[in-house]
């Protein structure tokens, strides 16, 4: 099983809508987990961090299950510009040099 | 406010040709990394420093050598390029307390390197 999975999608989604990705890792000493966002050719960079109690920034929504070993990413009210793969990441301990990252999930808003 | 910056940001080489990739970072951080990014593959460390003067192997360490002497650069290094290493490298920073909230990643806009 691998570390972190994400569905590789598309998902094609129409303007306006809301679109959920979960993520799934199997390490349950994983401590950190964080969203981040990579346009077509560009590097990634940090959308947001997931906490235990879930959190909200706008209209993006983070949730963690720690229970069941997911973190999901909720966008509402999708904008054209949402159009992206986002890449779920993964960390264990504080002093620990690994840090996973999943493939990505990409994100196709339709006009 | 520069952040991570990499050079160069393209590279063409011919099988065997070797070349070095800089990374400099201007926000102090201690931590720096090195990426490849290839189709289906997702982000895979190669190499990573905790410090100046420190390096150790990510998950795909073979066929390159990295360097730290300066706590603002991470060099990484390919002594004889293959076409396997055709590839986006991205360098990453991230403060001293690692993997914690507190200190993201942060990315250089990455060097596509071909190698025929």
């Known amino acids: 099983r691998k570390e972190v999975e994400q569905d590789p999608g598309p998902f094609n989604v129409p303007e306006g809508a809301t679109v959920a990705f979960n993520c799934t890792y199997s390490?349950?000493?994983?401590?950190?987990f964080f969203w981040y966002r990579q346009d077509c050719r560009k590097e990634p960079k940090l959308l947001m961090s997931?906490?235990?109690s879930g959190n909200e920034d706008g209209r993006f929504t983070a949730q963690l299950n720690r229970a069941s070993q997911y973190i999901s990413l909720l966008i509402r009210d999708s904008k054209l510009s949402d159009s992206a793969t986002y890449l779920c990441?993964?960390?264990?301990?504080?002093?620990?040099?690994?840090?996973?990252f999943g493939k990505g999930t990409r994100l196709h808003i339709l006009p | 406010n520069a952040g991570v910056t990499q050079t160069p940001k393209f590279r063409v080489l011919k099988t065997g040709q070797s070349m070095t990739l800089l990374c400099a970072q201007d926000?102090?951080?201690?931590?720096m990394y090195w990426y490849r990014q290839d189709p289906g593959m997702g982000l895979r460390l190669i190499h990573y420093?905790?410090?100046?003067?420190?390096?150790a192997k990510g998950e795909v360490p073979d066929g390159y050598n990295v360097s730290r002497l300066k706590k603002q650069n991470f060099l990484l290094g390919l002594e004889s390029a293959a076409p396997s290493q055709t590839s986006v490298y991205f360098c990453?920073?991230?403060?001293?307390?690692?993997?914690?909230?507190?200190?993201?990643?942060?990315f250089g806009n990455g060097t596509r390197l071909t190698v025929t």
């Open positions: 990453a920073s991230s403060s001293s307390q690692r993997s914690s909230y507190n200190s993201p990643l942060h």
């Open positions: 390490n349950s000493a994983s401590q950190s």
């Open positions: 997931v906490y235990s």
């Open positions: 990441v993964v960390s264990r301990a504080l002093r620990d040099d690994k840090i996973i």
């Open positions: 926000m102090n951080h201690e931590y």
């Open positions: 420093s905790v410090g100046e003067g420190t390096t």
